[in-house]
C-alpha cells in the first residue's frame, strides 16, 4: 500500500492539459532550485526586524524578533511568507547554471516545474521572470506536499523514468511515498542550509550545484535508454 497524497483541484486542472505522453519526466521545483529563495527571504525579514536563528528546514517555528529574541507565532510566518511571496516574487535571482542544465536535459525527457504558490498573478510573474532567464517549461502551482501531483503527472508513462528536484523535505518524502519509482534528487541552492539538510531516505542524489545535478540526470536518462 502506497501512501498516496491527493493533489487539491485547481493542481489537477492545471495538469490535465500538460501533454501527456510515454516518454521520460523532470519535474522541478522553483524555490531554492530553479531560483534563489532562502538568501531573498532572509533580506527580506531582516529588513522588518526578524532573522532565522538556525539554518535548518523549518520556515516556522525559526523566525525571531532581532529586538525583543522572541520567537513569532506560526500564523506570523506564514504572514511573511505570503507577504514576501506578493512582494519579490518577481525579483528572485537565478540559481547558476539552473537553466542551461535544464536545457541541455529537454533533450532526453519532458520538464514540468512544479511550484508551491498560491495566486494567479504570483504563479504568472513567476512564469514570466523564469522565461526572462530562459527556462520556459510548462509550470503547475501545488499547495501541500507534492506527492498527488507528482503521481498524477506520471500518467501514461509507465516504463519511462521520471526524476523530481526539489529542496523541501516534506516534498521529497511526499513524493517517495507516493510515487515509489520516482528518482529523487534533494537540491539545496543556499550553502548553509544545504549543509545543515539532512539525508533522506531513498534519495538518488544530494546536491547544491546544477552542473552536478545535470551530469547525474543525463546519466539516469541515457543508461534508462539502453
Ligand atoms: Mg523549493
Not at 70 to 87: Q, V
Request: with cysteine; charged share 25%; hydrophobic share 40%.
Amino acid at each position: 500500500m502506497h501512501n498516496i497524497e491527493t493533489a487539491n483541484a485547481s493542481t489537477l486542472k492545471q495538469i490535465s492539459v500538460i501533454k501527456k505522453r510515454a516518454h521520460p519526466l523532470l519535474i522541478c521545483d522553483v524555490d531554492e532550485v530553479l531560483l534563489h529563495f532562502i538568501p531573498h527571504l532572509e533580506r527580506y525579514m531582516n529588513a522588518r526586524g526578524i532573522y532565522f536563528r538556525e539554518a535548518v528546514y523549518r520556515l516556522t517555528e525559526n523566525m525571531f524578533h532581532t529586538e525583543t529574541g522572541k520567537n513569532l507565532p506560526d500564523h506570523e510566518c506564514l504572514k511573511i511568507i505570503y507577504e514576501f511571496f506578493e512582494s519579490e516574487v518577481s525579483k528572485q535571482e537565478a540559481v547558476p547554471h539552473a537553466a542551461a542544465q535544464l536545457k541541455r536535459l529537454s533533450k532526453h525527457c519532458d520538464i514540468v516545474i512544479l511550484t508551491n504558490l498560491t495566486g494567479d498573478q504570483n504563479k504568472s510573474a513567476r512564469e514570466d521572470l523564469l522565461k526572462s532567464i530562459g527556462i520556459d517549461y510548462p509550470l503547475v502551482t501545488n499547495q501541500g506536499p507534492k506527492g498527488g501531483a507528482v503521481a498524477a503527472l506520471c500518467a501514461e508513462r509507465d516504463g519511462h523514468p521520471i526524476i523530481f528536484v526539489d529542496d523541501s523535505p516534506t516534498n521529497i518524502v511526499s513524493v517517495g511515498k507516493s510515487v515509489p519509482h520516482v528518482q529523487l534528487v534533494h537540491f539545496v541552492a543556499d550553502p548553509r542550509f544545504f549543509a545543515t539538510a539532512e539525508d533522506l531516505p531513498n534519495v538518488a542524489l544530494k546536491s547544491n550545484c546544477w552542473l552536478e545535478t545535470g551530469d547525474f540526470i543525463e546519466d539516469l536518462l541515457i543508461t534508462a535508454l539502453r
